[in-house]
């Protein structure tokens, strides 16, 4: 057989009904955190892969907060499949028309927390791995499933699995975040930044006594527009839009019912999106300069970044790119570019371990996080067909 025909072969082998189970199964388990944590997913997973043959291992990396990692065949130049394990919080139950952890199907939607943010494209990938060892057996070249903890918050999970080496030796990785199946090449970067104005307390009949921070860090948000209209000038993409600076904390009291005493501290926090070619540390500098021109006399304040994600581009020329686009092609599916309004672990295996990444996957770009989150099943399957094809080509460089 041709390569082509392997991974035709691959994406047909694909169980459509399994796929939607195990999504059911994962929507099940609740896994946000704070609270259950991936540990329960990460058990049922591990005992699935070990009955299907896979090698697998896990990675604590913090207290309740393991990363799975499930190998199949052995050898450089293979791929990795991502996705993680954990969801965001359901909210107010009230909110959903079906129960968050139901799994129910209506009108071929399967509804439920983390069906769309990924639970539906982390099965869609283990079921395509299933397939490619029917086809393949035990390739040359690795398929590693990568399934890591904590992509909601600050990404400890990838980081860890970089860190170790897992992501070493390998030609490419598919983020299967819900993407409507288009292909990303792209993907927005993130700063997370703290404030912090120090003031002095005074009653607040007599401002003049004291120092007071709240006025400051008013202004400092206002002039913080005037910076996203800076950046914004200098950078419109193609498939990721504008860049943005968001306030999104804004702390200051003295004290429940303290309306009559000046706070002595402000907390102000930011979440920044940016594009590739966007350098963070010289827009780190002009938040700087944009802070001390906020400044009251009295006042002094701190500005940290606790979180700093680049932006990442993918070359069209990589061989992953090559792959993803050749089964949409063999699947008769429609080759559509887009980008990634966030960051994704993809983030850290592409900054960090150098590796090219294509994001796609099931699921609306605007569905997850909401309350009733749901994903089509028709997109689910396509999803399992399209990384088993596009795994055969990555996998296989010889025809048989």
Avoid at 12 to 34: F, G, H, K, M
Avoid at 198 to 212: C, D, F, I, S, V
């Amino acid at each position: 057989m041709t390569k082509d025909q392997l991974a035709l072969q691959s994406a047909n082998t694909v169980d459509a009904e399994e796929v939607v189970r195990l999504t059911q199964q994962l929507v099940q388990i609740e896994s946000y955190y704070p609270g259950p944590g991936e540990a329960p997913v990460v058990a049922f997973l591990k005992n699935y892969l070990d009955r299907h043959g896979f090698k697998t291992t896990v990675q604590d990396v913090a207290p309740g907060r393991p990363n799975l990692i499930a190998d199949l065949g052995s050898g450089v130049g293979g791929l990795i499949l991502e996705g993680h394990t954990d969801v965001v919080h359901h909210g107010s139950l009230d909110q959903w028309r079906i129960p968050p952890y139901e799994a129910r199907i209506v009108e071929g939607k399967l509804y439920g927390r983390g069906s769309c943010d990924m639970k539906g494209g982390l099965a869609a990938a283990i079921v395509a791995a299933q397939a490619v060892k029917k086809v393949l057996g035990e390739p040359s070249k690795t398929l590693r499933l990568c399934i890591p903890c904590d992509e909601e918050g600050l990404m400890i999970g990838i980081k860890a699995f970089v860190k170790a080496g897992y992501a070493e030796g390998f030609a490419g990785a598919i983020i299967c975040e819900p993407e409507e199946n288009q292909v990303c090449l792209w993907q927005k970067g993130a700063m997370r930044v703290w404030v912090r104005f120090q003031g002095k307390m005074a009653h607040g009949a007599m401002p003049y006594a004291g120092a007071n921070p709240v006025p400051s860090a008013s202004s400092f948000v206002v002039a913080l527009g005037k910076l996203q209209a800076e950046l914004q000038a200098q950078s419109q993409h193609q498939y990721l839009g504008l860049p943005w600076v968001t306030p999104t904390v804004f702390e200051a009291s003295a004290g429940e019912g303290q309306f009559n005493l000046i706070p002595d501290k402000v907390r102000v926090g930011l979440d920044i999106r940016t594009n590739p070619g966007q350098d963070h540390r010289a827009l780190e500098g002009r938040l700087r300069e944009v802070l001390g021109a906020s400044l009251d006399q009295g006042l002094s304040a701190e500005l940290e970044v606790f979180e700093d994600r680049p932006a990442t581009e993918t070359s069209r020329a990589a061989k992953v790119v090559a792959a993803t686009e050749g089964a949409l092609s063999l699947l008769e599916l429609p080759i559509q570019y887009g980008g990634v309004p966030g960051a994704t672990d993809g983030t850290f295996l592409s900054a960090w371990a150098g590796l090219p990444i294509v994001t796609i996957g099931p699921g609306g770009k605007t569905i997850p996080h909401q309350a009733n989150e749901f994903i089509e099943v028709d997109e689910l399957v396509a999803s399992a067909r399209l990384y088993a094809a596009a795994s055969v080509l990555m996998l296989s460089d010889n025809t048989l």
